[in-house]
């Protein structure tokens, strides 16, 4: 073969080699380009959440701590609480509305969850805060226990509670002023989250 048709065809065969791995490198690049779509597809159609958790933690000079879980079931959310270092007697128990307590007095919270723009009232009123989770009792040693379930408590759409943050306030909720309760400062917070094993 001579010089003159050895280059032409030697051109030729690099064409179709390189030809050969851009088709071989194609559906590669597509596929590792689809792995994050397929990523959001899983997490959007993925089981749904059955619990949430908050720690509680003390606000500046307080000392009142513990944690809050929230548990899905037939008629609602479940809460359930165990504090302590509380004063004795009643306090304020609101979910509010920014899951932010960075602030010393907790104030960063915001106000009440009321994404239905309604009045403050007791946890038993349909039309309430959604937030208004009523009272907490503590005892003599400072501990508290609530267990109640809410039927107003949603971990989806609009209205889901998780990413929020939660209060225990230094005064009972008199269920009448608006829009707090009179229930006073904040002596706990903690973030509403989504709990290990949901």
Known sequence: ??????VPALAAAGLVTFAAMGYSQAPQKAKRASAPQQHAEGSAHGAAITKAIAVMHPTKGSKVDGTVTFTKVENGVRVQAHIHNLAAGKHGFHIHEFGDCSSPDAMSAG???NPE???HAGPKTHKRHIGDLGNIDADD???AHYDMVDDQLRFEGPTSILGRGLIIHE???????????NAGGRVSCGVIGVAKGS
């Open 1 to 6: 073969m001579s010089s003159k048709c050895f």
């Open 111 to 113: 106000g009440h969850f």
């Open 117 to 119: 723009k309604t009045e």
């Open 141 to 143: 040693s400072g501990h």
């Open 171 to 181: 005064k009972a909720d008199d269920f009448k002023t608006q829009p707090t309760g």
